[in-house]
C-alpha cells in the first residue's frame, strides 16, 4: 500500500509523432499511389478528418502532438490506400456542397459533378414550400443538400438499400434537416405523393466501361448504384421517367444526371413521356451530364 499522497508513475512507451512528421511520412508512403496535388489533397483530407487539423492549423502547428493512435492510424491508412481503397471510405466521410457526410461501401462516394445538380435546382427553383422527391438517395447527399438550401421545401428519399437509408438518415440527423426516408426499388417506386421536383442519380454506367474505370472505384464502390447491363443502358431512367411524368404536378421539374453518352437517348425518352423544354446539359469539363425536363 503506498503512502498517502504519493503518486506512481509508469513510464510510456508509447512514441510521441508531432504534425510535420504524419506529413512526411504519409507523402513518403503514398509517393506512386497518386500524382503529386492528388497525394497534397488526400493529406489535407487525412489531417483534417483524422486529426482535427484545418489548412491554417496546418501550417502553424507542424510541430503539434499528435494523439497516441497516430502512427498506428497513418500506417492503416497508407496501407489501404496502397490497396486503393477510397479515402473517403477510409476516414468514414465526404465533403459535398459544402458538409461533410457520412459514407460508407454500402452508399456511392458523392462527386463534385453531382454538386453541379443541386446547384442548378437550387438556382433553377427559387420559389417556397416545395415538394421534392430524390430516388435513389444513398447517402442521402442531394436530398439533405436540398432540404438545406430550399425555402421551405419538404424533401422524401427513396433507396433499394436499407444500408444505405440508414446512412441517410444518421446524415439527416447530423445536419439536422428531415427528409423521409422510404424504401422502394426505383425500378418499381412507391411513394403515391405528387412533388414539384423529382430528381435522381441512378446507375449508368455500363458494364463493359467498367473495365476503363480506377480500381478505387470498380473494386469498392457498390456496383447496383453504378451498372447497369450493355443492352439496356436507359433501364432506370425508363422506370424514372414515366413515374415522374404521373407524380409531378403541372409545370413540375425533373432533374437526372446521365451518362454522357446517352444524352439523346435520354432526350427522346423525355419527350415521349410528354416532358417539354428537354436540355442536356454540361457540366464542368464540357461533358453531357445532366437531363432537365419540365412536365
Known amino acids: 500500500m503506498t503512502k498517502r499522497g504519493k503518486k506512481c508513475t509508469f513510464a510510456r512507451n508509447v512514441k510521441i509523432m508531432i504534425l510535420k512528421e504524419a506529413i512526411e511520412q504519409l507523402k513518403d508512403g503514398l509517393a506512386g499511389v ?34 497516441d493512435f497516430a502512427p498506428q492510424r497513418i500506417e492503416e491508412i497508407i496501407s489501404r490506400l496502397r490497396r486503393h481503397e477510397p479515402l473517403q471510405y477510409i476516414v468514414g466521410s465526404a465533403r459535398f456542397h459544402g458538409h461533410r457526410f457520412k459514407v460508407t461501401p454500402a452508399v456511392l462516394i458523392p462527386r463534385p459533378e453531382t454538386e453541379q445538380l443541386v446547384d442548378l435546382i437550387v438556382d433553377e427553383n427559387p420559389a417556397s414550400d416545395l415538394r421534392v422527391l430524390d430516388m435513389g438517395t444513398g447517402s442521402g447527399c442531394i436530398a439533405i443538400s ?33 427528409v423521409r426516408m422510404f424504401e422502394s426499388d426505383m425500378l418499381a417506386p412507391q411513394p403515391s405523393a405528387t412533388y414539384d421536383i ?46 415522374a411524368a404521373r407524380s409531378l404536378e403541372h409545370d413540375g421539374r425533373l432533374y437526372l444526371e446521365i451518362n454522357q453518352r446517352f444524352g439523346n437517348e435520354v432526350r427522346r425518352l423525355l419527350e415521349e413521356n ?14 453531357p451530364r445532366f437531363a432537365a425536363a419540365k412536365i
Request: glycine share 2%.
Open 146 to 178: 436540398l432540404a438545406r438550401a430550399l425555402k421551405f421545401a419538404t424533401v422524401d428519399a427513396l433507396d433499394v438499400s436499407r444500408d444505405a437509408l440508414a446512412v441517410a438518415r444518421e446524415n439527416a440527423a447530423s445536419l439536422k434537416v428531415k
Open 274 to 287: 410528354g416532358f417539354e423544354q428537354v436540355r442536356i446539359i454540361d457540366d464542368s469539363y464540357g461533358k
Open 198 to 243: 423529382i430528381v435522381s442519380n441512378p446507375p449508368y454506367i455500363c458494364w463493359s466501361e467498367r473495365e476503363a474505370m480506377d480500381r478505387n472505384v470498380k473494386d469498392y464502390e457498390p456496383s447496383t448504384a453504378l451498372f447497369v447491363p450493355d443492352n439496356d443502358p436507359l433501364l432506370f431512367y425508363k422506370a424514372i421517367v414515366p413515374y
Open 34 to 67: 497518386a500524382e503529386p496535388q492528388e497525394v497534397k489533397a488526400m493529406i489535407r483530407v487525412i489531417c483534417e478528418d483524422v486529426f482535427n487539423y484545418d489548412q491554417v492549423d496546418v501550417a502553424l502547428r507542424q510541430d503539434s502532438e499528435l494523439p
